[in-house]
C-alpha cells in the first residue's frame, strides 16, 4: 500500500441535463422546437416554471444553473468534480424517435467549465437524443473544451476505456461510465467496433461483473482509485433492486472499484458502506428543468443533491462525506432550508435496509457522516 499525505475529495453529482428550457435560458440557445407529445417548444418547460416560481432570466450567464453551489467552500476545494452529463451538445436536428430528446447548443459548452468540470460520465439514456452524429459531436464539444469524459466512445474500444485523472499529491483516479438497459437505454445505443455508442452492461449480472472487472484491470495499476458509475434503474422510487445491490457488492469485492457512482432516480436513494467503500445508489438530479411539471411530490424531486465523499488514497476507504442540498428555482440551485435536510436525512436512514451510515445534519444544513 502505498502513503499520502491528504486524503482524496470528490465532488459528485447525479444527473445534469442542461437541454431544453436551460438551453433556452444561455447565451446560445437550440431551435426550441422539440418532438413530445406534452410540449412543441422547449419554451414551454421556461413558462412551466415561470408560472410555479417567477420569471426566469433569459439570456442567463453561463453560471447561472449552478447558482449557490459555486460559493461552498466544500466545492471549491474538491480535488476533483464529476458529474452525469444526461444530456447531448449538438446542433443535429435529428431527434431520435424516443418521444423525449435532450440537447445543448455546443457554444453553450461553458456552462460546464465554469463550473470546473472535471469529468463527465455519459453512459445514460439520453446521450444519444439526438443521434449517433449527435453523439459525436458532444464529444468533439467536451474535448476542445479540455473536460475528460467516460462511458461513450466512438467505438466500443474508446466507450470501454476507463478516464484517467490525476491529483497532485493524491494518484490517479480511474473513472469508469456504465448504462442499464433498466435506465431505458436502448440495447442498440451500445458501441460496437465500428460504430459510436455507450458502454452498455450486459443485462446477467455475473456477465456484468466479468465486464466491469476486465475493463478495470485493462488500465489500473497499484495505487489507482477506481471509480464506477452506473446509470441504473427507473426515475421514481426508494427501493434498491437486490440486482443492483448484488453489483455493488462485487465490484467491490471482486472487480476493485472504491467508489460506486449511481443515477438515474429523479431524486435521492439509499447511501451504503460496504467493506469501507461508498456506495450511492442514486445521487437523484442536480440540475434539469422539471420545475413546474407536477407528480410524484412524495419524492420531492425539487430537491437537488450534492455529494463531497473524502476518500483515502491509500486503499480507497471513505473517510468522511457530507451532502449539501438544494432547491432548484427559476433553474438556479438555492439553498433549501433545515426542513428539506431533515427530510433527506429521514429517507436515507428509513431507505437503507439498516446499511446505511448514520448522518447528522450541522447548523448550515449539511449532512455529515457521523
Not at 228 to 248: K, Q, Y
Amino acid at each position: 500500500m502505498k502513503s499520502s499525505p491528504r486524503s482524496l475529495r470528490l465532488f459528485l453529482a447525479g444527473d445534469v441535463m442542461l437541454g431544453r428550457g436551460i438551453d433556452q435560458i444561455l447565451p446560445h440557445p437550440s431551435n426550441p422546437r422539440i418532438f413530445e407529445d406534452y410540449m412543441a417548444s422547449a419554451e414551454g418547460y421556461v413558462r412551466l416554471a415561470e408560472r410555479l416560481n417567477g420569471p426566469v432570466p433569459r439570456t442567463a450567464g453561463l453560471d447561472y444553473v449552478w447558482g449557490d453551489l459555486l460559493a461552498e467552500d466544500a466545492y471549491r476545494n474538491c480535488d476533483l468534480r464529476i458529474i452525469n452529463l444526461e444530456t447531448a451538445i449538438t446542433t443535429s436536428g435529428k431527434p431520435e424517435p424516443k418521444g423525449i430528446n435532450y440537447r445543448m447548443h455546443p457554444a453553450n459548452v461553458g456552462v460546464l467549465t465554469a463550473a470546473s468540470i472535471d469529468a463527465c460520465t455519459l453512459a445514460n439514456n439520453h446521450l444519444i437524443d439526438w443521434g449517433r452524429d449527435g453523439l459525436v459531436e458532444t464529444l468533439e464539444t467536451l474535448e476542445a473544451a479540455g473536460i475528460t469524459y467516460a462511458g461513450a466512445g466512438r467505438a466500443a474500444r474508446q466507450a470501454t476505456a476507463p478516464a484517467p485523472l490525476e491529483v497532485a499529491g493524491v494518484g490517479r483516479v480511474l473513472v469508469l461510465a456504465f448504462g442499464s438497459v433498466t435506465s431505458g437505454i436502448p440495447r442498440h445505443w451500445a458501441a460496437t467496433k465500428d460504430m459510436a455508442g455507450i458502454n452498455l452492461l450486459p443485462q446477467s449480472v455475473d456477465a456484468a461483473i466479468a465486464s466491469v472487472r476486465q475493463q478495470i484491470n485493462t488500465i489500473r495499476k497499484p495505487g489507482d482509485i477506481v471509480l464506477v458509475s452506473i446509470h441504473w434503474g427507473g426515475n421514481w422510487g426508494f427501493e434498491v433492486p437486490a440486482d443492483h445491490r448484488r453489483l455493488a457488492h462485487a465490484l467491490i469485492d471482486s472487480a476493485g472499484a472504491d467508489i460506486i457512482f449511481g443515477h438515474s432516480s429523479h431524486h435521492a436513494k439509499a447511501i451504503e458502506l460496504h467493506e469501507g467503500k461508498l456506495i450511492l445508489y442514486g445521487c437523484g438530479d442536480l440540475i434539469n428543468d422539471y420545475e413546474g411539471i407536477g407528480g410524484h411530490d412524495e419524492f420531492r424531486g425539487d430537491l437537488a443533491q450534492a455529494y463531497f465523499p473524502s476518500l483515502n488514497p491509500a486503499d480507497g476507504t471513505l473517510t468522511g462525506l457530507e451532502i449539501k442540498q438544494y432547491q432548484r428555482r427559476k433553474f438556479r440551485l438555492e439553498k433549501s432550508d433545515g426542513m428539506a435536510t431533515e427530510w433527506l436525512a429521514k429517507v436515507l436512514r428509513g431507505n437503507s435496509d439498516k446499511r446505511s451510515p448514520e448522518f447528522l445534519k450541522a447548523d448550515d444544513n449539511t449532512l455529515r457522516l457521523a
